[in-house]
């Protein structure tokens, strides 16, 4: 069974910044549209970056111009740069596809924005 990892997770202040990683735990497949999704307690869970095979990227507004999503498809693998950081931005931090059936969904990493 393919399992998504996320890495990269952490605590930091109000304008901060963190790089995410997201890679599959299992060799032999691809991701053809990737997307970072977040969580915070008592919230949907809401897509906030996708990024396809080919380079585009989309952005929920709420990260739009602070957050940069990409892909190294040589070690399929996705980040995530996310650059002044606030404290709404604080939630667990999944990828998973963005079109089509997503995998099971992996512990995520958190992400703490706090003074």
């Known amino acids: 069974q393919a399992q998504l990892v996320e890495s990269g997770g952490g605590l930091v202040q109000p304008g901060g910044s963190l790089k995410l990683s997201c890679a599959p735990s299992?060799?032999?497949?691809?991701?053809?549209?990737m997307g970072w999704y977040r969580q915070a307690p008592g919230k949907q869970r809401e897509l906030v970056a996708t990024?396809?095979?080919?380079?585009?990227?989309n952005y929920a507004d709420s990260v739009k111009g602070r957050f940069t999503v990409s892909r190294d498809n040589a070690k399929n693998t996705v980040y995530l740069q996310m650059n002044s950081l606030k404290p709404e931005d604080t939630a667990v931090y999944y990828c998973?596809?963005?079109?089509?059936?997503?995998?099971?969904w992996g512990q995520g990493t958190q992400v703490t924005v706090s003074s």
């Open positions: 998973n596809r963005a079109i089509g059936s997503p995998i099971s």
């Open positions: 299992t060799s032999g497949f691809s991701i053809y549209a």
């Open positions: 990024i396809f095979s080919g380079g585009t990227t």
